[in-house]
């Protein structure tokens, strides 16, 4: 028998009754009366739980790697503020020396020519504290601030008004926006 042949008599011949039209052909589909509907239903029971895990998983993921994030930006802004910390308790303990330059340098003897070799390192000093972030407040003739001036005297004063800095008893510095000791000012009354 040749090929053309078994091909042939392997394919069911087609009944011509409209009754055989109208009745579904058997195939592979999840029809219910098919021998392969159960294994069919129970495929797609897997794969709906397959799917529901793998978003379970997909959200899980989602929110470890948000955590992550959140963790890793936390620790970073921890560590940039322990560095601000200790940058300022180490500049704070230099003021009382800038102080002390700066007393000595307003009463210098102007006919001492090592005065000036002494201004310079006063400078240099400034200039090395400044580029660390130091910032002077400026606090004589503004209104008083309790952020930032700390009055140790209040005085009766005909040129300013009331609340006003008369004078600046020692200089108050901030390390970028924050406060590491502020101004000590005489206020008008």
């Known amino acids: 028998m040749s090929k053309k ?3 042939h008599q392997s394919e069911p011949e087609a009944e011509s009754t409209p009754e055989a039209a109208a009745a579904p052909v058997a195939g592979p589909g999840p ?23 793998a978003a ?29 910390n200790a940058v ?8 009382p020396i800038l102080d002390d330059m700066e007393r000595a340098l307003a009463t210098r003897p102007a006919d001492l020519a ?22 002077r407040i400026e606090a ?3 209104m008083f601030d309790p952020n930032f001036h700390e009055a ?13 800095i008369i004078a600046v008893v020692q200089n108050g510095y901030m390390l970028g926006e924050r406060v590491i000791r502020p ?4 206020v008008a009354q």
Do not use: C, M
């Open 5 to 7: 042949e078994k091909l």
């Open 31 to 53: 029809e219910a009366g098919s021998d392969i509907y159960p294994a069919f239903a129970e495929l797609e029971k897997h794969l709906a739980e397959a799917e529901s895990q």
């Open 56 to 84: 379970e998983y997909k959200d899980g993921w989602q929110r470890s790697a948000a955590d992550f994030q959140n963790y890793r930006r936390r620790v970073e802004a921890e560590k940039a503020e322990t560095y601000q």
């Open 88 to 95: 300022g308790s180490i500049i704070k303990r230099y003021l």
């Open 114 to 135: 090592w005065v000036d070799g002494i201004e310079l390192i006063f400078r240099k000093l400034q200039f090395i504290l400044e580029s660390e972030g130091l910032k």
């Open 140 to 142: 004589e003739g503004q």
């Open 152 to 164: 140790i005297l209040q005085e009766p004063s005909e040129d300013h008004e009331s609340g006003q």
């Open 183 to 186: 101004a000590l000012v005489r």
